[in-house]
T-cell receptor, first 117, second 115 residues
Framework: GAVVSQHPSWVICKSGTSVKIECRSLDFQATTMFWYRQFPKQSLMLMATSNEGSKATYEQGVEKDKFLINHASLTLSTLTVTSAHPEDSSFYIC?????????????FGPGTRLLVL | AQTVTQSQPEMSVQEAETVTLSCTYDTSESDYYLFWYKQPPSRQMILVIRQEAYKQQNATENRFSVNFQKAAKSFSLKISDSQLGDAAMYFCAYGDTGTASKLTFGTGTRLQVTL
């Protein structure tokens, strides 16, 4: 149980285009999902907390208009990188909590590698 | 704000031996959770072990165990009988309680396992 998937696993796009990344909880419902960014050889940095049916909560310094988050169902959250630029190239990871088990442990997706040319 | 410190950027252990990864944290809360996650080269984050701060007993999961010292705000991970598959980046993480709980990660320790 507690499996989280992400799609796509990697994407290359041109500068100025938008890219959507999907995060799905496969065998459980997740009212809360999290989006992280990880640069090479660095730790995970929380970008935002995605709440089903309400607006996402963004961490300080994260542009909400740049990184659009939608959590329209209990099993799907999406992150859209709008007008992507090379500095947005990174590894994006989502996580979700299985509240049937506990409210505290986050289960992570396999990540999405984004390269903006 | 909570902070998590992993002072060992890299560690090495021989196969079948035991290694301990260090983690310290800072918080003013009395109730919280601590985690160790493993990130192998695939970059999939895998939960290794978790500890509830209100529990005095150290958590164990097969070959993995923790030494949780609440007063010292220390949370080390011991890996016994190390295997080649244990080679990965290990992240210590602090989590608030409640439905809005967030994780704060340390900078990670890269573990090498040698023959």
């Amino acid at each position: 149980g507690a499996v989280v998937s992400q799609h796509p696993s990697w994407v290359i796009c041109k500068s100025g285009t938008s890219v959507k990344i999907e995060c799905r909880s496969l065998d459980f419902q997740a009212t809360t999902m999290f989006w992280y960014r990880q640069f090479p050889k660095q730790s995970l940095m929380l970008m935002a907390t995605s709440n089903e049916g309400s607006k996402a909560t963004y961490e300080q310094g994260v542009e909400k208009d740049k990184f659009l988050i939608n959590h329209a169902s209990l099993t799907l959250s999406t992150l859209t990188v709008t007008s992507a630029h090379p500095e947005d190239s990174s590894f994006y990871i989502c996580s979700a909590r299985d509240q049937r088990l506990d409210q505290e442990t986050q289960y992570f997706g396999p990540g999405t590698r984004l390269l903006v040319l | 704000a909570q902070t998590v410190t992993q002072s060992q950027p890299e560690m090495s252990v021989q196969e079948a031996e035991t290694v301990t990864l260090s983690c310290t944290y800072d918080t003013s809360e009395s109730d919280y959770y601590l985690f160790w996650y493993k990130q192998p080269p695939s970059r999939q984050m895998i939960l290794v072990i978790r500890q509830e701060a209100y529990k005095q007993q150290n958590a164990t999961e097969n070959r993995f165990s923790v030494n949780f010292q609440k007063a010292a705000k220390s949370f080390s991970l011991k890996i016994s009988d190390s295997q080649l598959g244990d080679a990965a980046m290990y992240f210590c993480a602090y989590g608030d309680t409640g439905t809005a709980s967030k994780l704060t990660f340390g900078t990670g320790t890269r573990l090498q396992v040698t023959l």
